[in-house]
């Protein structure tokens, strides 16, 4: 079965400033999908980004990108300029492509605070 | 478009008691999850549906059951709940992989359950 590890249950970052979540995860699978969630204090989960697997190019959304690294089994988060509204919950998630179902996979996520 | 909606928002049980979450979406997915977030833990899958008329446990199935009543709906059932249960419940669904290039899950707001 595959495993979602996120190490870092707390993170904080100075308004404006960059930081990097860290992502890493445990398959024997080369096709999948791997996705970055956020949860404000509203609980509503919205997805930041995604990254499939067999592409080496790593995805961007705006301020947010990744660095997959897929040998090392790594998907780490980028936001950049960080502002107030990015602070919430990060949640790392796997899907394997293989079969007709698969269910998300969740890290157990970091707590992203934004000091102004 | 509503995207997954799910009933109730809050809940309050006492021990014993039971209670059916519902779930629906309108955008034509095939799969479908239950999941519940506790402090620490991440969300845990507890029962998900690939199609119309099946079922299957997730990672914590113990003191729940499911029904796949339609494509659009899919409930959850606590059968005589226990203060364990105590959690927020989310539902979310998603294109079979393969099928679209967006493989995320999307999510209902959850529910915040209680049991006393």
């Known amino acids: 079965a595959q495993t979602v590890t996120q190490s870092q249950p707390e993170m904080s970052v100075q308004e404006a400033e960059t930081v990097t979540l860290s992502c890493t995860y445990d398959?024997?699978?080369?096709?999948?999908?791997l996705f970055w969630y956020k949860q404000p204090p509203s609980r509503q989960m919205i997805l930041v980004i995604r990254?499939?697997?067999?592409?080496?190019q790593n995805a961007t959304e705006n301020r947010f990108s990744v660095n997959f690294q897929k040998a090392a089994k790594s998907f780490s988060l980028k936001i950049s300029d960080s502002q107030l509204g990015d602070a919430a919950m990060y949640f790392c998630?796997?899907?394997?492509?293989?079969?007709?179902?698969?269910?998300?996979?969740f890290g157990k996520g970091t707590r992203l605070s934004v000091i102004a | 478009n509503a995207g997954v909606t799910q009933t109730p928002k809050f809940q309050v049980l006492k021990t014993g008691q039971s209670m059916t979450l519902q779930c629906a979406q309108d955008?034509?997915?095939?799969?479908m999850y239950w999941y519940r977030q506790d402090p620490g833990m991440g969300l845990r899958l507890i029962y998900y549906?690939?199609?119309?008329?099946?079922?299957d446990k997730g990672e914590v199935p113990n003191g729940y059951n499911v029904s796949r009543l339609n494509k659009r709906e899919f409930s959850l059932r606590l059968e005589s709940a226990a203060p364990s249960q105590t959690s927020v419940y989310f539902c979310?669904?998603?294109?079979?992989?393969?099928?679209?290039?967006?493989?995320?899950?999307?999510f209902g707001q959850g529910t915040r359950l209680t049991v006393v």
């Open positions: 990254q499939e697997a067999y592409k080496q």
């Open positions: 998630a796997y899907r394997s492509a293989y079969s007709g179902n698969t269910p998300l996979v």
């Open positions: 398959t024997s699978e080369s096709d999948y999908y």
């Open positions: 979310a669904s998603s294109v079979i992989p393969g099928h679209s290039t967006n493989t995320e899950a999307f």
């Open positions: 955008m034509n997915h095939n799969s």
């Open positions: 549906s690939a199609s119309e008329g099946t079922t």
